[in-house]
T-cell receptor
Framework: GAVVSQHPSWVICKSGTSVKIECRSL??????MFWYRQFPKQSLMLMAT?????????EQGVEKDKFLINHASLTLSTLTVTSAHPEDSSFYIC??????????????FGPGTRLTVL | QKEVEQDPGPLSVPEGAIVSLNCTYS??????FMWYRQYSRKGPELLMY????GNKEDGRFTAQVDKSSKYISLFIRDSQPSDSATYLC???????????FGTGTSLTVIP
C-alpha cells in the first residue's frame, strides 16, 4: 500500500516551453501533497504544499506564477513549470500524506521526475 | 543555522559492517523523526518512523532518538551491498506539519 506515482519520470524540453508533472496516490486518498526539488548531492527542498480543493502554499523564494500547482482531486496533484529555463533543470519529487489518521504524519514519496531544459 | 544537520559523507564500509548514521537538529519542538533511503535517481523510501525519544528496531535497522541532545541515529547491522544508497533524516513538530530534511549521507557497502 501507500504507493505514489509520478509521470513522466524524465522529460527534456526546450527553453521557454511549459512542462506538466503529475503526482498520483494510487491506493489511498491524499488531501495534502508536497512538491520538492532536489539538486545533485543536495537534500530535498520543499517548494509548495498542495491541498485538495484549495490554493497551494508556496515556500519563500518559490515563484507561484512559474510553478503552478493544481490539486483537483484526492489522488492527483500537478506541477506545471511554465516557461522553463535551463536553471529549472532538476529532480522534482512529490509526496503525499495519507488522510487516514494512523499514517497522517507520514509522507510517501513518488519516484521523482528528472527535468532537463535545453 | 540549518534546522537539521547531517554529515553528507560519503561513507564506505565493507559488507557485514555496522553502519552508524546521524543527524542533529536545533528545533526542540520536533517530535516525529524519520529515516528515508534514496537510491540514485529515485524517490525516498521510508525506512523508520519514530515518535519522541527512544529506540525502534526493524530487522537490521535500529533508530535512536535522544531529544535531550537533539540527536538521532540510524544503525544498520550486517550491512549489505544493497544498502548502498543515500540516507536522509527528516523530522517534524507535529501531525500535518512541514518535514525538515537533512542533506543525506551517501553510503557504499563494498562486497
Amino acid at each position: 500500500g501507500a504507493v505514489v506515482s509520478q509521470h513522466p519520470s524524465w522529460v527534456i524540453c526546450k527553453s521557454g516551453t511549459s512542462v506538466k508533472i503529475e503526482c498520483r496516490s494510487l491506493d489511498f486518498q491524499a488531501t495534502t501533497m508536497f512538491w520538492y526539488r532536489q539538486f545533485p548531492k543536495q537534500s530535498l527542498m520543499l517548494m509548495a504544499t498542495s491541498n485538495e480543493g484549495s490554493k497551494a502554499t508556496y515556500e519563500q523564494g518559490v515563484e507561484k506564477d512559474k510553478f503552478l500547482i493544481n490539486h483537483a482531486s484526492l489522488t492527483l496533484s500537478t506541477l506545471t513549470v511554465t516557461s522553463a529555463h535551463p536553471e529549472d533543470s532538476s529532480f522534482y519529487i512529490c509526496s503525499a500524506r495519507d488522510s487516514g489518521w494512523e499514517t497522517y504524519n507520514e509522507q510517501f514519496f513518488g519516484p521523482g521526475t528528472r527535468l532537463t531544459v535545453l | 543555522q540549518k534546522e537539521v544537520e547531517q554529515d553528507p559523507g560519503p561513507l564506505s564500509v565493507p559488507e557485514g559492517a555496522i553502519v552508524s548514521l546521524n543527524c542533529t537538529y536545533s528545533n526542540s519542538a520536533f517530535q516525529y523523526f524519520m529515516w528515508y533511503r534514496q537510491y540514485s535517481r529515485k524517490g525516498p523510501e521510508l525506512l523508520m518512523y519514530t515518535y519522541s525519544s527512544g529506540n525502534k528496531e526493524d530487522g537490521r535497522f535500529t533508530a535512536q532518538v535522544d531529544k535531550s541532545s537533539k540527536y538521532i541515529s540510524l544503525f544498520i547491522r550486517d550491512s549489505q551491498p544493497s544498502d548502498s544508497a543515500t540516507y536522509l533524516c527528516a523530522m517534524s513538530s507535529g501531525p500535518g506539519n512541514q518535514f525538515y530534511f537533512g542533506t543525506g549521507t551517501s553510503l557504499t557497502v563494498i562486497p
